[in-house]
């Protein structure tokens, strides 16, 4: 159901961009306006993202092969991490040097006049337009973000998804929305006071605002990366579909890791009865697997389970070995 609601997600985003982006640019066209140019590579870079995020759902879709033998799940959360660096650069650095080319550009000029061209009240037209479209594309986000949320709350669902595409759709919308804002007050006082300067310090709040999105979406894509176990549910779940009495006794230790957003890898050692015979625990181990796989069926498993006898003991992770000191010269 994520990488559907996901998908729906993307592509009503995708469709408000294109558009928002057109009219944007033919209102900086027209009149010249920095906050006009900055919110128009804005929506490009946005635009861009969501095609990067389509082609990544699609390829991660690709049969596992020899040299990749857990699939390509974790494509989703590289083109997730692409559109994080573009966000940064095409969106946020270009509208703060966009903010500072228009202020050297207009510092001590005496005589700016925003109403010289005609068409000054295009960019307040075109951004009220664009607010509605993208209200738009923010509601079907939400709307697709809630029926996987549960009671989690928004900066929780963010941080903890294991899907990127809602969470990166999400933060997009929103400061997307947010920039408008930015860009249509500075542009309203730039009107109102004919001083210049607010159009770039509407120009620069925009930059500033998508570097910060940026960072944090960098930030959450690299530790989906690095890989990040299962959530504390669905590890709940898992582990006490193990146990069977009379068959697996407990799991003496475990662990998980997400290899693509429905993707788990599953490695647990289980205490089984000494007296089982070689068939008993081979049964026991196929049941324990199709039991974990039925207790969360909207995930695919893959499934690593050592049987071991019971001694009662807690388990102590290896320590990884310290690696050899220089020889003396």
């Excluded at 993208?134 to 903890?160: D, I, P």
């Excluded at 109102?192 to 159009?199: Q, Y």
Aim: one cysteine or more; proline letters at 5%; charged letters at 20%.
């Amino acid at each position: 159901m994520s990488t559907e609601g996901g998908t729906k997600a993307v592509v009503a985003a995708l469709l408000a961009n294109i558009g928002i982006a057109v009219t944007k640019f033919i209102a900086f066209l027209l009149t010249g306006f920095s906050s006009m140019l900055a919110e128009s590579i804005h929506s490009v870079a946005d635009s861009g993202n969501q095609v990067l995020l389509l082609v990544g759902g699609k390829r991660s879709r690709r049969e596992a092969t020899a040299e990749h033998p857990f699939g390509f799940g974790r494509q989703r959360y590289v083109y997730s991490f692409i559109v994080a660096i573009i966000l940064f650069s095409v969106g946020g650095l270009f509208a703060l040097y966009e903010a500072w080319h228009k202020f050297e550009e207009t510092r001590g000029d005496e005589g700016y006049d925003p109403f010289e061209s005609r068409w000054w009240w295009v960019p307040l037209v075109v951004l009220g337009i664009a607010i509605v479209m993208e209200s738009f594309s923010f509601r079907t986000a939400v709307v697709e973000s809630n029926k996987v949320r549960g009671s989690r709350s928004w900066l929780r669902f963010v941080r903890s998804s294991k899907s990127p595409e809602l969470p990166v759709i999400l933060l997009e919308d929103l400061g997307a929305l947010v920039g408008l804002t930015l860009a249509f007050l500075g542009v309203g006082l730039m009107l109102l006071t004919g001083n210049p300067i607010f159009d770039v310090l509407g120009t620069a709040s925009i930059g500033v605002l998508l570097v910060c999105i940026a960072a944090f979406l960098a930030l959450e894509m690299n530790s989906l990366l690095v890989g990040e176990s299962a959530t504390p549910e669905h590890r709940d779940a898992i582990m006490a579909a193990l146990v069977e009495p009379g068959s697996v006794d407990r799991v003496i230790h475990s662990k998980t890791m997400h290899i693509g957003p429905e993707e788990v890898l599953v490695a647990a050692k289980l205490a089984v009865a000494s007296a089982d015979t070689a068939g008993e625990v081979a049964a026991a181990i196929d049941e324990a697997e199709m039991r974990a796989r039925a207790a969360v069926p909207e995930l695919t498993l893959l499934m690593y389970l050592e049987p071991d006898i019971d001694r009662g003991d807690a388990y102590v992770a290896d320590e990884r070995p310290t690696p050899p000191m220089p020889a003396a010269h």
